[in-house]
């Protein structure tokens, strides 16, 4: 974007981030929204709790001598006007009381603002190893000479070797406490901005949804090419850079091992004492798992405006049928009107009419194409013993039970696998308990399938001569979550 003076002089009376800068109120907006929105990681409030929330902070300045006359939600619908536009009110889809969000723009406003505290220590190395890293990243991944990326290849394996014997040796390379401060302070950086890109991406699929619907509301044409451009919108969306950037992050946190990973990795680094000095915030322990709120919120966002898009097209659906309807009564009257006096002339001609004759005694007969073998046995009856033991040794799945093994793993945990749960709570049925969760899985609680991961899952069975052996089944990591 080009910062010439007639852009910056638009951006200043329209962007809703420079209204917050100049307003009168701006400390009081943006500390506010800051410790109730950003800092928890909330992405939507209800009106009374987000009211209550104000009317205690605005009591606690009046105190101190600050004078705000109006009451809480005056200043929350005056926030979120079209005018300011630094915070969503909308309705959820059941529910009669508002709702608040924090718009991207407020959220850009706001971070700024945490710039401009002074730092005591402004680490550069960790920032110039990771352009230097993407770019290089950048360089080997555009590179179609398999030479090239073979002679790279074994760069950083000769690379590699040689670290391993330099600590074989003894020579162990460690960080600095310098070192770990600068890197520390880029992944926060970084982690923030994630959780603030998930908002702009919710705002950007929420206005895609807006254009559809008014080009919905002026459509003049077809139907079908109406429905045609709407869905290769929609695809366009989820293949863009944006769109498959987003999957690729959803695919990589939604993987146990990484969650885990991540969760190891943050447990030894908060654990270090020059990390601990800089004292981070508390949440920090736990960041990957905002990151994956804040991802299904955007994925709930997405699908609610797929059901109201749908129900809209609907709607639309059952008023252009009502117009035809009305069309064809309109013909009906004015034929019955024309009944008593008909025009005068020739009104409508219709070609003769000539009758296809086809005789049933015609048609062959159906031959059949193999001629069958009748055995001449005699029939005798006779009373065999049957065992009818087998009939009563059936095996009852109770899926109450099963339930209740999966309520019980997410109360510690926001998400389990399949897998995961069978080595918790071993089959003891074999594959009808199995089929009896992934039945579970697609009726009764929210589940995600990993197509690219397979999982394995292992119980003991009898075999039939009464021997005990080892069963197993192959299936895609299916992801129970709360």
């Not at 809703?16 to 907006?29: G, K, N, T, Y």
């Not at 920090?284 to 059901?307: F, N, P």
């Not at 309807?325 to 001609?349: N, S």
Request: proline share 4%; hydrophobic share 40%.
């Amino acid at each position: 974007m080009s910062l010439d003076y007639t852009t910056l002089d638009l951006l200043r009376q329209n962007h809703p981030a420079w209204r917050l800068l100049r307003s009168d109120h701006a400390p009081l907006v943006a500390g506010f929204l800051h410790r109730v929105f950003i800092t928890p990681n909330v992405r939507v409030m209800a009106q009374s709790d987000l009211a209550e929330a104000l009317e205690d902070e605005l009591f606690a300045l009046r105190q101190r001598g600050d004078v705000f006359p109006k009451p809480a939600l005056e200043y929350l619908n005056d926030w979120a006007a079209t005018e300011r536009g630094w915070l969503r009110k909308f309705y959820r889809q059941g529910s009669d009381e508002a709702h608040f969000d924090l718009t991207p723009p407020t959220e850009k406003a706001i971070a700024w603002l945490a710039t401009l505290a002074e730092r005591s220590f402004v680490g550069t190395e960790s920032r110039l190893l990771t352009l230097f890293e993407l770019l290089k990243q950048m360089s080997e991944g555009s590179e179609s000479d398999p030479q090239t990326r073979i002679a790279e290849l074994r760069k950083r394996r000769d690379e590699i070797d040689s670290e391993i014997a330099r600590v074989l040796s003894g020579d162990i390379p460690l960080l600095d406490d310098t070192a770990l401060k600068d890197r520390f302070q880029q992944f926060m950086a970084m982690a923030r901005e994630l959780l603030a890109d998930f908002r702009e991406v919710e705002h950007n699929f929420r206005g895609l949804d807006r254009r559809v619907r008014e080009r919905i509301a002026l459509w003049e044409g077809a139907k079908g090419a109406l429905l045609e451009e709407i869905m290769g919108e929609r695809d366009a969306i989820a293949d863009s850079d944006q769109g498959r950037s987003f999957r690729a992050f959803w695919d990589f946190l939604m993987s146990s091992s990484r969650q885990d990973e991540l969760s190891t990795l943050l447990e030894r680094v908060l654990a270090l004492p020059a990390v601990a000095e800089l004292k981070p915030d508390a949440r920090t322990r736990r960041v990957h798992y905002d990151w994956l709120e804040a991802g299904e919120h955007t994925q709930r966002t997405v699908a609610q405006l797929s059901q109201q898009l749908r129900r809209f097209l609907d709607d639309q659906a059952w008023l252009e049928n009502r117009r035809i309807m009305d069309i064809l009564h309109g013909i009906e009257a004015k034929a019955l009107a024309l009944r008593g006096t008909p025009p005068p002339g020739e009104v409508m001609t219709i070609a003769e009419c000539a009758a296809g004759i086809e005789l049933p005694m015609e048609r062959p007969l159906h031959t059949p194409t193999l001629k069958p073998v009748i055995t001449d046995v005699a029939l005798e009856s006779g009373d065999a013993d049957v065992d009818a033991s087998v009939l009563y040794a059936q095996i009852v799945i109770d899926s109450a039970e099963l339930a209740r093994n999966i309520r019980h793993a997410l109360q510690e945990r926001s998400h389990i696998t399949l897998s995961e749960l069978c080595e918790a709570q071993p089959l003891q049925h074999g594959l009808a308990e199995l089929v009896a969760y992934l039945q579970l899985a697609g009726d009764t609680f929210k589940a995600v399938v990993d197509e690219e991961t397979t999982d394995v899952i292992v119980w003991r069975g009898v075999s039939a001569d009464g021997a005990e052996q080892t069963k197993q089944a192959r299936l895609p990591r299916v992801i129970f979550v709360r």
